[in-house]
């Protein structure tokens, strides 16, 4: 399997973790690993954890939009509403690049 650059860094910066797991388990795992087309047992568990990242990021964003909408009031979104979050946002970009410039 071929990594790009900050795959390999990323490959690097491995630990080891130690699990146990019941023999149906073990069984479960490489049949995964062979059905699936993972190279070993680590490609597995790492690939189950990143899903189970993907999922924490999608309900914390969830949340957040859940928690968004029952903040209050709705506000109209309309050619002032955008205006007004254009010159916010120019704003902001433009401390960002100032801090950039700087020495």
């Given amino acids: 399997m071929r990594y790009s650059r900050n795959e ?5 910066a491995m630990t080891t973790l130690t699990i146990s797991l019941p023999e149906s388990l073990k069984q479960f795992v ?4 062979a059905s699936k087309g993972y190279s070993d047992v680590s490609e597995y568990f790492r690939s189950l954890l990143r899903e189970a990242q993907e999922r ?7 949340a957040l939009l859940l928690e968004g909408l029952a ?6 979104i ?15 970009a433009e401390k960002y690049a100032a801090r950039k410039v700087k020495p």
């Fill in 8 to 12: 390999n860094e990323y490959m690097k």
């Fill in 30 to 33: 490489d049949a995964q690993i």
């Fill in 56 to 62: 924490e990021a999608d309900a914390r964003l969830e």
């Fill in 71 to 76: 903040s209050g009031d709705p506000i109209p």
């Fill in 78 to 92: 309309d050619e002032e509403y955008w205006k007004n979050l254009k010159a916010k946002t120019d704003k902001i």
